[in-house]
């Protein structure tokens, strides 16, 4: 049998001797050597030398493996040129493979992989060829919106619109922003996120990459874009977000309608920043009563509205008492009334109090995002780049479709998060006053106590849009 000489499937010399393969590997002083294709597969060491004088081909070694059969040769070059044809020309896989079967001959469809495994193949393809603005074309059927690379704001908002129905009837929405799931290399600074709330599920619909999060305007853009492109003519009755002003400036613009509320896990981890900036966490750490009275402060928000102020002046006066001998601890009082107790104060009672969301049965917070982010973290410290950023997100997105469609039964929560907003619900449940009724200090104080016993803040760093 004769030597043929030709070319791979991406381009590289070649030799054929006897249904063994040989590829090219360096050009020495007088010879060219190629070794055997298998040599990774089978630590095959055989090898081929062309002699560059003569062009005289000789073979060194015995090979470790069997000779390919021709039929398994044509369906490897056939599989790779369908990948070709998906990664280069960004054609769809399904098409691609209905349109090579038929050329192919029976022999050679033997030796194919399953369908289901060529898809897969074809797919992971797909998700690596890239349109001119870098996004891959597999999933331009998720793209919003996009500002383009001219503008120095760019902006792309992908959302999965199988899942817009579901949202439009949600009465609770989620909206959450992370720095740590985008870098210099993807070209972005922010990754934003809207979730949608049923069956006790936060569901991730909306994803939008941002380069600039400085600027209101970007905000107030992103959000009417949504508000448009999706045709939502009211927003839901409740939104839970982080504490940034401008995304929440920006949202009240475009559904006045919505209450907008701050996460009350948020709450608790911007409380854990003041007492470190205050020198105070030490003593948060080592003096359980004051950890105590921290925690107190924390579950204000589960008091009526109209009650917190008095409670907050109430702790001041006879819980904290022992403590305001340290200047520290009244600073630390004093920033807390000035950002959240005072009638001018940054974020409002309305914003962060959630005593009315619990008696609805709603989420205090946006917990739910932060699972989301860490994965989409996880795998971004192994691969920063944008494509494997798109390849996640929308894997994940394809995971919560799925759990949507499925009966209500089948995708409950843990016990865990059943239990403890039934007996939040029902301790507020049983503080309500009835006509007449005056509220005592005891009473007040008591239900701060057995507020902060069932939901004390979790000391852990802040997962947010300030991470």
Same mark, same amino acid.
Request: proline share 4%; hydrophobic share 40%.
């Given at each position: 049998?004769?030597?043929?000489?030709?070319?791979?499937?991406?381009?590289?010399?070649?030799?054929?001797?006897?249904?063994?393969?040989?590829?090219?590997?360096?050009?020495?002083?007088?010879?060219?050597?190629?070794?055997?294709?298998?040599?990774?597969?089978?630590?095959?060491?055989?090898?081929?030398?062309?002699?560059?004088?003569?062009?005289?081909?000789?073979?060194?070694?015995?090979?470790?493996?069997?000779?390919?059969?021709?039929?398994?040769?044509?369906?490897?070059?056939?599989?790779?040129?369908?990948?070709? &044809?998906?990664?280069?020309?960004?054609?769809?896989?399904?098409?691609?493979?209905?349109?090579?079967?038929?050329?192919? *001959?029976?022999?050679?469809?033997?030796?194919?992989?399953?369908?289901?495994?060529?898809?897969?193949?074809?797919?992971?393809?797909?998700?690596r060829h890239c349109n001119e603005d870098g996004v891959p074309v597999g999933m331009l059927q998720y793209l919003l919106y996009d500002s383009g690379t001219s503008t120095d704001d760019r902006m792309m908002i992908f959302c999965k619109t199988?899942?817009?129905?579901?949202?439009?009837?949600?009465?609770?929405?989620?909206?959450?922003?992370?720095?740590?799931?985008?870098?210099?290399?993807?070209?972005?600074?922010?990754?934003?996120?809207?979730?949608?709330?049923?069956?006790?599920?936060?569901?991730? $619909?909306?994803?939008?990459?941002?380069?600039?999060?400085?600027?209101?305007?970007?905000?107030?853009?992103?959000?009417?874009?949504?508000? @448009?492109?999706?045709?939502?003519?009211?927003?839901?009755k409740m939104m839970i977000c982080d504490f940034d002003h401008r995304a929440i400036i920006a949202f009240k613009s475009k559904f006045p309608a919505t209450r907008v509320a701050g996460s009350h896990f948020l709450l608790g981890q911007n409380?854990?920043?003041?007492?470190?900036?205050?020198?105070?966490?030490?003593?948060?750490?080592?003096?359980?009563?004051?950890?105590?009275?921290?925690?107190?402060?924390?579950?204000?928000?589960?008091?009526?509205?109209?009650?917190?102020?008095?409670?907050?002046?109430?702790?001041?006066?006879?819980?904290?008492?022992?403590?305001?001998?340290?200047?520290?601890?009244?600073?630390?009082?004093?920033?807390?009334?000035?950002?959240?107790?005072? *009638?001018?104060?940054?974020?409002?009672?309305?914003?962060?109090?959630? @005593?009315?969301?619990?008696?609805?049965?709603?989420?205090?917070? +946006?917990?739910?995002? +932060?699972?989301?982010?860490?994965?989409?973290?996880?795998?971004?410290? $192994?691969?920063?780049?944008?494509?494997?950023?798109?390849?996640? &997100?929308?894997?994940?997105?394809d995971l919560q479709y799925e759990k949507l469609v499925k009966p209500p039964e089948s995708c409950y929560p843990s016990n865990k998060y059943i239990q403890l907003p039934e007996k939040l619900k029902e301790l507020l449940e049983n503080y309500?006053?009835?006509?007449?009724?005056?509220?005592?200090?005891?009473?007040?104080?008591?239900?701060?106590?057995?507020? &902060?016993?069932?939901?004390?803040?979790?000391?852990?760093?802040?997962?947010?849009?300030?991470?």
């Open positions: 049998m004769s030597v043929q000489k030709g070319l791979t499937t991406k381009g590289k010399e070649m030799y054929l001797y006897e249904g063994f393969e040989y590829i090219y590997h360096y050009t020495g002083k007088a010879a060219t050597k190629y070794v055997c294709r298998e040599l990774r597969k089978f630590k095959c060491n055989a090898y081929l030398i062309v002699n560059r004088k003569n062009g005289m081909v000789t073979i060194h070694r015995r090979h470790m493996h069997n000779p390919k059969l021709q039929e398994l040769r044509e369906a490897e070059q056939a599989v790779e040129k369908m990948k070709r &044809a998906v990664e280069v020309r960004g054609e769809n896989p399904k098409s691609v493979v209905e349109n090579f079967q038929p050329n192919l *001959s029976t022999k050679v469809l033997q030796e194919m992989p399953s369908i289901s495994a060529l898809h897969r193949r074809l797919s992971r393809a797909n998700s199988e899942m817009v129905r579901e949202f439009e009837k949600s009465d609770l929405w989620f909206c959450d922003g992370t720095f740590r799931v985008a870098s210099q290399k993807m070209g972005f600074k922010k990754l934003y996120t809207v979730h949608f709330f049923k069956n006790n599920f936060a569901f991730a $619909i909306i994803f939008a990459l941002m380069q600039t999060t400085s600027k209101k305007v970007i905000y107030e853009k992103f959000f009417e874009i949504i508000k @448009n492109k999706l045709n939502l003519s009211f927003g839901p409380i854990i920043k003041s007492l470190k900036s205050f020198s105070l966490y030490k003593l948060y750490e080592e003096d359980a009563a004051f950890k105590f009275l921290i925690q107190k402060l924390y579950c204000l928000s589960l008091l009526p509205p109209r009650e917190v102020r008095t409670a907050f002046y109430l702790l001041c006066e006879i819980e904290f008492t022992e403590y305001q001998e340290l200047p520290a601890v009244d600073k630390f009082l004093k920033c807390f009334r000035r950002y959240y107790i005072s *009638s001018r104060a940054v974020y409002p009672i309305s914003f962060w109090n959630h @005593n009315q969301t619990v008696l609805d049965g709603y989420p205090k917070t +946006n917990n739910f995002l +932060n699972g989301l982010h860490n994965i989409l973290h996880n795998n971004f410290q $192994i691969d920063p780049t944008l494509p494997n950023f798109f390849k996640t &997100a929308f894997k994940q997105m309500v006053l009835t006509d007449g009724q005056q509220r005592s200090t005891d009473d007040i104080i008591t239900f701060l106590g057995t507020a &902060a016993l069932l939901t004390p803040i979790k000391d852990v760093s802040p997962i947010s849009a300030s991470d």
